[in-house]
Nanobody, 122 residues
Framework: QVQLVESGGGSVQAGGSLRLSCAAS????????MGWFRQAPGKEREFVAA???????YYSDSVKGRFTISRDNAKNTVYLQMNTMKAEDAAVYYC????????????????WGRGTQVTVSS
């Protein structure tokens, strides 16, 4: 069982930066791939980024070059650094964990956090 708790959400101006954190419980953190998803009002949850247990990273086209996912296995934490933020980045951001080898869909993940709100003002 893995419990995930996101933090770091808040309000930022367009063009600004924000860093999200996701703290995971359990001693097997390093064996999980971790992902970030987001859901804006009236829209479906969408994939943002993922990092495998090996450290390989994956990004959606909409955030590539602006967002960076990283992990600190010693702290059981995964991060999402968001730069050059846009109005369309506003959403609730969710952290997720999987022991699988597919990372791009909600159904690929077994465990989810409760989300953290990000708002972007222009």
């Amino acid at each position: 069982q893995v419990q995930l708790v996101e933090s770091g959400g808040g309000s930022v101006q367009a063009g600004g930066s924000l860093r999200l954190s996701c703290a995971a419980s359990g001693r097997a953190f390093r064996s999980y791939a971790m992902g970030w998803f987001r859901q804006a009002p009236g829209k479906e949850r969408e994939f943002v980024a993922a990092i495998g247990w090996s450290g390989r990273t994956y990004y959606s086209d909409s955030v590539k070059g602006r967002f960076t996912i990283s992990r600190d296995n010693a702290k059981n934490t995964v991060y999402l650094q968001m730069n050059t933020m846009k109005a369309e980045d506003a959403a609730v951001y969710y952290c997720a964990a999987t022991r699988g080898i597919q990372y791009g869909m909600e159904s690929d993940y077994e465990y989810w956090g409760r989300g953290t709100q990000v708002t972007v003002s222009s």
